[in-house]
């Protein structure tokens, strides 16, 4: 019974991962923000990196001044 649960959870997973990475493709990332993330997904490792506001996606990786003046906020 749970592992029928499990692989329903799973494939509901993958649909949404699927329609995340739809929208993000068509993102034009216009506005942007360096953000304190997630490394990934199952991990508790913080990174900073420029996030696009609207949709989400890591879109480049901040240089050293850019990670001192968001650590100063």
């Known amino acids: 019974m749970k592992a029928n649960k499990v692989a329903d959870l ?3 997973r993958q649909k949404i991962d699927k ?3 739809d929208i993000q493709k068509e993102c034009p990332h216009f506005s942007r923000s360096v953000k304190s993330i997630r490394e990934r997904l199952d ?3 913080m990174v900073i990196r420029w996030v696009c506001d609207s949709c989400c996606k890591i879109v480049g990786y901040p240089s050293n001044k850019e990670i001192n003046k968001f650590m100063k906020k």
């Open 10 to 12: 799973i494939n509901k």
């Open 19 to 21: 329609k995340i990475e």
């Open 43 to 45: 991990s508790t490792t």
